[in-house]
């Protein structure tokens, strides 16, 4: 299994940045699969973004053209560029990260706000 520790959370302003980050206790190249997540008061935790090993990435609908996720290998830090905020962004965001025969591994959280 893998520690995660998530930073970057805030509050800001619709239209405005924040670039959220996720520390592995462990090579990034290791993980198979390491994504962000977020959760919004009574709503399910969906998928935001997720990178593969191999570089390739995912996006939900709602935040394609607007969210970037990329790493740094010597950081072993996944991040996760937030741009053009809505306040629909608004939610708790958590790291994930998966590896075979292992359980899946979560970051305790970050608060993002956005005000409009």
């Known amino acids: 299994q893998v520690q995660l520790v998530e930073s970057g959370g805030g509050l800001v302003q619709a239209g405005g940045s924040l670039r959220l980050s996720c520390a592995a206790s462990?090579?990034?190249?290791?993980?198979?699969?390491m994504g962000w997540y977020r959760q919004a008061p009574g709503k399910q935790r969906e998928l935001v973004a997720d990178?593969?090993?191999?570089?390739?990435?995912t996006y939900a609908d709602s935040v394609k053209g607007r969210f970037t996720i990329s790493r740094d290998s010597a950081k072993n830090t996944v991040y996760l560029q937030m741009n053009g905020l809505k306040p629909e962004d608004t939610a708790v965001y958590y790291c994930?990260?998966?590896?075979?025969?292992?359980?899946?591994?979560w970051g305790q959280g970050t608060q993002v706000t956005v005000s409009s």
């Open positions: 994930n990260a998966r590896m075979l025969l292992l359980p899946e591994s």
């Open positions: 462990r090579s990034i190249f290791s993980i198979n699969l």
């Open positions: 990178i593969i090993s191999g570089g390739s990435t």
